[in-house]
């Protein structure tokens, strides 16, 4: 059989955590507008017959500020070796520009195929497309260009069987059944810290961490940290009204991560000055 991996590369909000999702059949990866929603390498598993095709979701290239983002840049340099291609995305919605060509001239460098996904084609008209086509072509020397949408699905076939082509031929490196490498409660946390990021803005999205505590049969423990008092008013809201309303959002996901319902979740908020300049706090979420 054919296996290994292929790392996923491009600007943030371009798409790839949405595209590994689409790739891997299921969701492994969470999403948002926010910058910074990817915070670890995740890795998203496409398996066939005779192919295991492993993506590296991963967060974006950036100037380290703080312990977190150092560390995230870290996953990144390290994720970049010993693969066997990588995917490029970027999305035609946006000019293709300085931003990407940046990540052009690290991911070209790599000396591996290089696959570009122009994502977010989904109603678009079909000369805007061919614009931002021409545009991609000439960020590199590229194997294939893929216009997708990781949205509809359009293309995506397309491009798995693509990004399989590269692979060599190799052992599966995990179970035939698994979509993703996260462990049950890594999953858990990062569901819930989708539905936060998804009802909060400006500073908030960047300063909420969630870690889960507790994993029972029937019931799951889970805490949301950020780094103020007045994050955690807005975390909690008025009478309790948006933490309820982020566990309504991530529970029927976390039943359908653990294949089983009803399940209690009990959600806090706690305020954790500082944590993403806490070397054992990031140690201990997996960061
Ligand atoms: N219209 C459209 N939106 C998309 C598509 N793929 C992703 N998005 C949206 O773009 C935003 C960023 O997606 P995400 O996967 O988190 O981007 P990442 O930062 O590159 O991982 C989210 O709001 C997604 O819903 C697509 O194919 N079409
Ligand atoms: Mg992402």
């Not at 095709?53 to 560390?71: I, S």
């Not at 260009?145 to 995506?156: E, F, I, M, N, R």
Request: net charge neutral; proline share 5%; aromatic share 4%.
């Amino acid at each position: 059989m054919k296996s290994g991996f292929v790392a996923v590369a491009g600007r943030p909000n371009v798409g790839k955590s949405t595209l590994v999702n689409a790739l891997a059949g299921g969701k492994v990866a969470i999403t948002s507008d926010k910058p910074q929603t990817t915070r670890r390498r995740i890795f998203g598993i496409a398996n066939g017959d005779d192919y295991q095709l492993v993506l590296a979701d991963l967060p974006g290239f950036q100037r380290p500020r703080d312990a977190l983002t150092e560390h995230m840049q870290r996953t990144v340099d390290a994720s970049l070796e010993d693969i066997d291609g990588v995917l490029f995305v970027l999305s035609a919605r946006e000019r293709i520009g300085a931003g990407d060509r940046f990540i052009a001239s690290r991911v070209f460098a790599l000396e591996v195929p290089v696959v570009i996904a122009l994502n977010k084609v989904d109603r678009l008209k079909p000369g805007h497309i061919a614009t931002q086509m021409q545009a991609a072509a000439q960020l590199g020397a590229f194997e294939q260009l893929h216009p997708v949408s990781a949205k509809t699905g359009d293309g995506v076939d397309e491009l798995r069987e693509e990004l399989v082509g590269l692979l060599p031929e190799g052992p599966a490196y995990f179970p035939r059944e698994a979509r993703t490498d996260l462990p049950l409660d890594v999953q858990i946390a990062e569901l819930i810290r989708e539905k936060a990021l998804h009802l909060t803005r400006e500073e908030v999205p960047h300063a909420i961490t969630a870690e889960v505590e507790e994993l029972g049969d029937k019931a799951v423990h889970a805490v949301l940290y950020v780094e103020t008092e007045s994050q955690k008013q807005i975390l909690v809201g008025r009478g309790g009204s948006m933490v309820k309303k982020i566990g309504t959002r991530a529970r029927p996901e976390i039943e359908a991560v653990l294949g089983r319902a009803p399940i209690y979740l009990e959600l806090v908020v706690k305020v954790r000055p500082k944590w993403r300049r806490d070397e054992a706090m990031l140690e201990r979420l997996g960061i």
